[in-house]
């Protein structure tokens, strides 16, 4: 049966795609229950490869069902058809994705991103104290609602730690995420404590919205492995980053997995816990961006806030796609150049 017809029985109008893959795709839907504009993940086991239906999706679908956190999105309705189609319900990001945000505005002020960082801190606290790592941190993934709250999305790598029976937790062994925010650890293909790897990928996220770049160039694996197994965090010469904030990325981008900084820690950093400042002695916005920045969906002419290739490439494997602003990558630079999600997308282009 069509999606839409399927959908509409149970109370929801399709509208536009906001992402499609070779065995999933992301819809923009109108509730009739909830009274508002959701997103609609469809994914049709019979194109899924079989290590993503026995291990990835089963896993998510758990992990969804039982995370409720004002900063993680609300995942309303989950159910299957007899076709074999999954259709998930969940709560819309309708000012896109965090990635796409910054490259159209920039670098962000400070006290936004201490707003929307501790978010996210507050979101893989939850997270971590239920045993859930998340394991594909990054932009993408980070929603922003009407308000600019910052919702974490895209659990389909996240898994539950599990103990031995002497109480020692099992270290991951499969590689996930992407490249420029995944820990040496990963990228060297050891074991690893996913939940100092969901603390790397944050300070990823943190230097990249205060200086609207990345840390790090993954053009060149080895090269980039050996500047993070020095320590060290070049900032651009053109920001100026507080010595409080780059003390906390020094502490969440350290190779030394017993010296990485953890999510409890995080949230008591002197930087997280600092009061907004006003140097104009006026009251300083901390719930978004000022209105020239915060422009309209329609401003933006409709882009869609998914990529539409989603996470799958053409053969069905699920992988990640780079989607690095670079090193110096500029707002002005992005736009005239073709959509750096893909390379060489007609479907996906640049505002």
Not at 109 to 132: C, G, M, N, W, Y
Request: charged share 30%.
């Amino acid at each position: 049966m069509d999606d839409s017809l399927v959908l509409k029985k149970r109370g929801y109008t399709l509208g536009i795609s906001l992402g499609e893959g070779s065995y999933a795709k992301v819809k923009s839907a109108y509730s009739e229950r909830l009274k508002t504009n959701v997103a609609i993940k469809i994914i049709n086991r019979s194109k899924a490869p079989a290590d993503f239906l026995e291990k990835f999706l089963p896993r998510e679908l758990e992990i969804l069902a039982s995370l409720n956190h004002r900063n993680i999105v609300k995942t309303f309705e989950i159910f299957e058809t007899s076709e074999g189609k999954v259709y998930m319900i969940m709560e819309l990001g309708v000012q896109g994705d965090l990635l796409e945000f910054i490259k159209f505005r920039g670098a962000l002020p400070e006290d936004f991103t201490r707003k929307l960082f501790k978010q996210l801190s507050l979101a893989i606290q939850f997270a971590h104290d239920l045993d859930v790592v998340h394991r594909d941190l990054k932009c993408e993934n980070l929603l922003l609602d009407k308000d600019f709250n910052l919702k974490v999305s895209d659990f389909g790598f996240a898994r539950r730690i599990n103990y031995d029976d002497a109480g020692q937790m099992i270290l991951s062994k499969t590689f996930c995420g992407s490249a420029a925010y995944a820990a040496p650890e990963v990228l060297q293909g050891l074991p690893y404590n996913a939940k100092v790897y969901d603390v790397w990928s944050m300070g990823v996220v943190l230097f990249i919205m205060l200086c609207g770049s990345m840390p790090y160039d993954d053009s060149n694996i080895k090269k980039m492995l050996k500047i993070q197994k020095e320590h060290r965090v070049d900032f651009p010469r053109s920001k100026t980053v507080p010595t409080e904030c780059k003390d906390l990325m020094y502490r969440m981008l350290n190779p030394d997995v017993a010296q990485r900084i953890e999510i409890d820690d995080i949230l008591e950093h002197v930087w997280v816990q600092s009061k907004s400042k006003s140097h104009d002695g006026s009251k300083r916005r901390e719930d978004g961006p000022s209105s020239e920045a915060a422009c309209s969906k329609k401003e933006r002419k409709g882009e869609s806030s998914k990529h539409p290739h989603g996470n799958e490439n053409k053969k069905g494997e699920k992988v990640e796609v780079e989607a690095e602003l670079g090193p110096k990558l500029s707002v002005e630079v992005y736009i005239s150049t073709l959509c750096p999600l893909c390379r060489d997308c007609s479907s996906h282009k640049s505002p």
